[in-house]
Nanobody, 115 residues
């Protein structure tokens, strides 16, 4: 059974940074491409970033490119999202997922960017 547990969210001022983590279990983490998606208040799920199984390919939504960095540690079955230069529009619940649509995702971690 796939389990994804996100952590690391919180309240941060604009321009600040956070690092999200996602602990994965129940599947062979190192063989799966992984994804971060987010859902802002009152909006639908939005794809944020993708990383290949080996970590050599990374893609980002235009809205976060240059500010966010996705990475993974296959030995620890953990996915990360380093978020820098945060903006108010980054406020959302962030989920890690095994698919780009976020169908199979964790419970999420809340990120709030506000002064």
């Amino acid at each position: 059974q796939v389990q994804l547990v996100e952590s690391g969210g919180g309240l941060v001022q604009p321009g600040g940074s956070l690092r999200l983590s996602c602990a994965a279990s129940g599947f062979t983490f190192g063989t799966r491409w992984m994804y971060w998606v987010r859902q802002a208040p009152g909006k639908g799920l939005e794809w944020v970033s993708t990383i290949s199984a080996g970590g050599g390919i990374m893609n980002y939504a235009v809205s976060v490119k240059g500010r966010f960095t996705i990475s993974r540690d296959n030995a620890k079955s953990t996915l990360y999202l380093q978020m820098n230069s945060l903006k108010s529009e980054d406020t959302a619940t962030y989920y890690c997922s095994i698919d780009s649509l976020g169908v199979t995702r964790g419970q999420g971690t809340q990120v709030s960017v506000s002064s």
